[in-house]
């Protein structure tokens, strides 16, 4: 059995020429992983479109209607920064369905991929920085409802502050919030994780990872969690245009290593998504969001020998 990967041609839409958002790297993405060999087609699962009702266990049924009928106004629009369209809305629904599946296929591979996911800036009633439902709350939520889990551990590695997970679970203690990020970046002002970890500005790979490395271990034998969530955002990169932060590639890959045999250790099923990534080089931005599912691949076939 091989390392599920998520998938859905929908993770594409049209956006403006010259928009910011880099929304070819989704499909992009999904082609490297075949072309390389890193994955095969058996091993894509296609999500479904989720119940709004579960959208709404985080999101105000207010905010979810006007979204997704295209009745938000302008300001709202523009705090998130993605043009609205009926395709968005389908597109964000179904990379909500998409981190929900990857988060059940952890729980019962023990190691799961999604090809997008890491909207970690919406808020309960609002959307911003590219984001409009927070995927990693709603499965949280999702899965405890049904009763899969009790306790989720959300590891965020994007380089931005998870701001909108932080304030969604603030008075949640079944859901544990860790956000390591660039300390003057995006947002401007911060939220209260569970656990805040700035960084200064121009880090490189071996603080970065030693500073990891001082949290997680002991993060896992203090939560003892059903389910990590892991962000995977690759901003972190020196190349990227919204990080500020000074990891390469090896980096990143040994990063990803290091959280993942981490908590495949501790017996914690892990569930990933490839978080945020910006750069003019869009085959260099997909590679890098690849090095996620090289090394999950590479954990998952070391767990099963």
């Not at 590891?155 to 701001?163: F, I, P, R, T, Y």
């Not at 304030?167 to 956000?179: A, G, L, P, W």
Request: charged share 20%; hydrophobic share 40%.
């Amino acid at each position: 059995m091989d390392l599920p990967i998520v998938y859905h041609p929908d993770y594409v839409v049209a956006l403006p020429a010259g928009h910011r958002f880099p929304m070819p790297k989704f499909r992009q993405l999904y082609e490297m992983l075949l072309a390389d060999g890193v994955a095969r087609l058996e091993q894509f699962h296609a999500p479904v479109l989720p119940p709004l009702e579960w959208v709404q266990l985080v999101h105000h049924p207010s905010y979810v209607q006007a979204y997704c009928e295209g009745t938000l106004d302008a300001k709202a629009q523009r705090r998130i920064g993605l043009p609205w369209s009926s395709a968005l809305a389908n597109r964000t629904c179904i990379a909500v369905g998409g981190t929900i599946l990857t988060a059940k296929l952890a729980l019962s591979a023990g190691l799961a991929c999604n090809t997008a996911g890491g909207t970690h800036h919406a808020f309960p009633n609002f959307g911003s920085g590219f984001c409009i439902f927070n995927d990693l709350a709603i499965s949280a939520r999702v899965l405890q409802k049904l009763g899969l889990i009790r306790k989720v551990l959300i590891v965020d590695l994007d380089v931005h502050q998870g701001d909108g997970t932080a304030v969604i679970f603030q008075e949640d203690s079944s859901v544990f919030t860790f956000s390591m990020h660039c300390e003057i970046n995006f947002p401007g002002t911060k939220q209260k994780s569970d656990l805040d970890v700035p960084l200064p500005v121009g880090m490189e790979d071996d603080d970065y990872l030693q500073t990891l490395d001082k949290y997680l271990p002991d993060l896992l034998s203090e939560v003892k969690p059903d389910l990590v969530l892991y962000d995977a955002g690759v901003d972190t990169h020196a190349g990227d245009r919204l990080g500020k932060l000074a990891m390469t590639d090896t980096g990143l890959f040994r990063r990803d290593m290091q959280v993942l045999t981490t908590c495949v250790a501790a017996g914690c099923p892990v569930a990933c998504v490839i978080g945020g990534g910006y750069a003019e080089d869009m085959k260099g931005l997909v590679y890098r969001h690849s090095l996620l599912h090289r090394a999950a691949s590479q954990v998952y076939r070391q767990c099963r020998l």
